[in-house]
């Protein structure tokens, strides 16, 4: 799945849904998306940003060489970043005792506070 991309206009896009949308309109939850992209497929594509492939727009430079080294970094270390994730989540469950049946909880009890 290809999620970054600089055309031959020079202008770099975000994957989002299935648009190509410009990385100066990126929002917290398009962020998200990508993230979660990464860590639910394989195979993600990023266009490298070179001499040949580059932004003219400095503004979308940045964002796009921030997005691209953020991507990039969670691709290649996927692996490692969903057991980590994973075992954070089991850590909590375990510390907050969720997952479980709590006997102590009474309904009543909780009813009438």
Partial sequence: MKLLKIDDSHEAFFKKDEDWVSVTAIERDDLASLID?????????????????????????????????TLKDLVENRDECLKQYRDDFEALKVRYGLGKDDKSFNKTDAATQ
């Fill in 37 to 69: 992209a990464v860590a639910g497929e394989d195979q993600i594509e990023l266009d490298e940003c070179t001499q040949e492939r580059f932004i003219v727009n400095p503004t979308a430079k940045l964002i796009y060489d921030n997005l691209y080294t």
